[in-house]
């Protein structure tokens, strides 16, 4: 992921320099947002045998506050494209359940699981409606999931990356000198995660299937124009 956004701002660097020379017109953005995501997730737990012993699904949301950066080139004026880039982790509630299955954890041997969803960064096209300062916003989103665990049996599970295609209407007003605001509503649909707690033999492997993603976000952000 590091590599893509390192690949990516020295796209827009050079966009930004040829700029100046092609009158194109460069932005940068600040924003605040308010997100609610949700999955489903399933455990699978192999017996000595390697067949599944227990299976257990679990559908889960949570909601988050977080900041992003973002930079644009409009090519016209109506077509601009642009990354948009959160630099904090979205970390959702820890899960803390019975190593044996049970609900109520005990203090020896309780397990606790949470993800944090790190550098999310969306590349998008904006395309500027005949509306006013409407616009319609499509982009493709790449986040990494770290898997946070504190397990009894000293196993962890890994990390993967999850990506998927986002979608959303916005409204940019004008204020003076170059600088707007915008108000906008995006939603995302991200790939599955797969994980497992790394045992290689069949007795005591755990897999984890997160699917079902999907976040909705609502966004307010202070914008510059050159």
Not at 124 to 141: E, I, Q
């Amino acid at each position: 992921m590091k590599k893509l956004i390192i690949a990516i701002s020295s796209v827009f660097m050079l966009f930004v320099t040829s700029a100046i020379s092609m009158e194109l017109r460069p932005a940068v953005g600040l924003s605040a947002s308010m997100g609610v995501f949700s999955a489903t997730g399933t455990e699978k737990n192999y017996d000595e045998t390697g067949s599944i012993k227990t299976t257990t699904d679990e559908h889960g949301a949570f909601a988050a506050e977080f900041g992003s950066v973002f930079v644009e080139m409009a090519l016209n004026d109506v077509f601009s494209i642009g990354v948009d880039y959160v630099p904090h982790a979205l970390e959702t509630p820890q899960n803390v359940s019975n190593e044996n299955g049970g609900s109520t954890a005990g203090e020896n041997n309780q397990n606790t699981v949470e993800a944090h969803f790190e550098d999310l960064t969306t590349v998008y096209a904006k395309v500027n409606l005949p509306l006013g300062g409407a616009y319609l916003k499509v982009g493709y989103s790449q986040v990494d999931v770290t898997s946070i665990e504190t397990m009894n049996s000293g196993s962890s599970y890994g990390n993967d990356t999850s990506s998927g295609y986002t979608v959303g209407l916005g409204y940019d007003h004008e204020v003076a000198s170059g600088f707007s605001i915008r108000a906008e509503l995006t939603g995302s649909d991200f790939s599955d995660v797969n994980a497992d707690n790394g045992v290689s033999s069949s007795g005591n492997r755990n897999e984890i299937v997160v699917k079902e993603m999907i976040g909705a976000r609502g966004t307010i952000s202070l914008v510059k124009a050159f």
